[in-house]
């Protein structure tokens, strides 16, 4: 049992891998990370199923007959996420349902389809079939609504692609009018849960790009992630203590647990344990590649709890802005990269799974 990791376990973080795959789980490194590493969770996203999918034999077996592309990638990702939510029920039981989740997320190319989101939403909890699983939805304009009626139908969400306290505050909308929704259908909520996944690294690697160009003081880099995420949580704690909530609470809803994603750091100058040590709060869920996890395993140094820290964020945040850099501009443009990126990934997913396929059935 890793000690650095004990400590941010112990500190109220529930250590997530942003990652899975067949190899992962056949060769027992899932499980092992789970006894050994604190990993109480796994979120996934369309490139990393396109990475798992490009050693076609790992998948061979169950694509062996199949023909449609769609319908495999479907079957294989499915078959990864029953089979690693199953690796985490006794931490699923063990926490009511707070961690021992895994993630699949909706095609991407239907972030801004809502209709379409919500079907395929509701197919994808259905095939999994295991409560612990967290459908990703996208926080975009279109998605809004798709995660109020997700939620609404009793299924639990993972939220991701959220870069600004704007949004985000429009997600926590979404969720607790999709549990009100819900509770006048009758449906029991302490069964819902949902986490919305908050951006952290890429904003850094959009706005320290914006400095530099703007030739602005330098002290600013490499601020604003972390600044952005201290609001955020500032934000969660209002929403959550709200007299809305403690309507819902008493009913049994659950809060839904702010996640900090792309928390591997892009910039060599910055500590590789950077998006981890320095965002420490009690209930809050943190991501990581595989890289990121081990190397906070070896040596990364807990940070002090960000909580109450939301003012001093915002004036970090105002100082950003006062050198020039527009930050509106800059969390529309994450959200609109990170859709494209993972369209891009799911192209190269399907790509993988036609050659894969061709390979099964030759």
Known sequence: MNDRLKGLADAGVSIWLDDLSRGRLTSGNLGEMIANYYVSGVTTNPTIFAAALTNGADYAAQLAGLSDVDEAITACTTTDVRDACDLFADTYEATAGFDGRVSIE????????????????????????????LIKIPAT???????????????????TLIFSEERYRE?????????????AAGIDLRGIHSVASF????????????????????????????????VALGAFNQVFSSDRF???AANGANPQRPLWASTGTKNPDYSDTLYVSDLVAQGVVNTMPE?????????????????GKMVAAQAVLDEVSAAGVNLPEVFDLLETEGVEKFIVSWHELQDSVKAALEAANA
Request: aromatic share 4%.
């Open 291 to 307: 890289k990121t996890l081990l190397a906070y395993a070896d040596h990364g140094e807990l940070g002090a709890p960000i909580e």
């Open 106 to 133: 909706v095609a991407p190319t239907l972030a801004n389809d809502t209709e379409a989101t919500i079907v395929q939403a509701a197919e994808l909890y259905s095939t999994v079939g295991r409560p612990n699983v």
């Open 171 to 183: 997600v926590m909308d979404a969720y607790l009018t999709g549990l009100e929704q819900a509770a």
């Open 199 to 230: 951006f952290i690294s890429r904003v850094d690697s959009e706005i320290d790009k914006r400095l530099d160009a703007l030739g602005a003081d330098a002290a600013l880099k490499g601020k604003a992630a972390i600044a952005n995420a201290e």
């Open 246 to 248: 403690k309507a819902l």
């Open 141 to 159: 304009k279109a998605g809004l609504p798709a995660i109020t009626a997700t939620i609404a139908a009793g299924i639990s969400v993972n939220v």
